[in-house]
């Protein structure tokens, strides 16, 4: 069964940090492009960070600098650092290969 897995959120106080998982089964996961977005309510979901399979990285204006995405393919995971975390930054945050889409994580930023 094709799945994807994210965890890692929860409650942190303005300047925290969290470190999201995300976990994939039943798919190929080493040749392909990982993506972290994310959906705040009431607004559009949005990318956060992606990751190439050489390890190319590329974030949101309003993450850079705060965020780091990284992956192990021995372990078919990828991860999303977030630090310095703003009131902002809450939203359910979903990671993504090839049109495979997780559950989401909830990510409260409290002030």
């Known amino acids: 069964q094709m799945q994807l897995v994210e965890s890692g959120g929860g409650l942190v106080q303005a300047g925290g940090s969290l470190r999201l998982s995300c976990t994939a089964s039943g798919i190929l996961f080493s040749p392909y492009t990982v993506r972290w977005y994310r959906q705040a309510p009431g607004s559009q979901r949005e990318m956060v960070a992606q990751i190439t399979s050489r390890g190319t990285t590329e974030y949101a204006d309003s993450v850079k600098g705060r965020f780091t995405i990284s992956r192990d393919n021995a372990k078919r995971m990828a991860y999303l650092e977030m630090n310095s975390l703003k009131p902002d930054d809450t939203a359910v945050y979903y990671c993504?290969?090839?049109?495979?889409w997780g559950q989401g994580t909830q990510v409260t930023v409290s002030d």
């Open positions: 993504t290969i090839r049109g495979l």
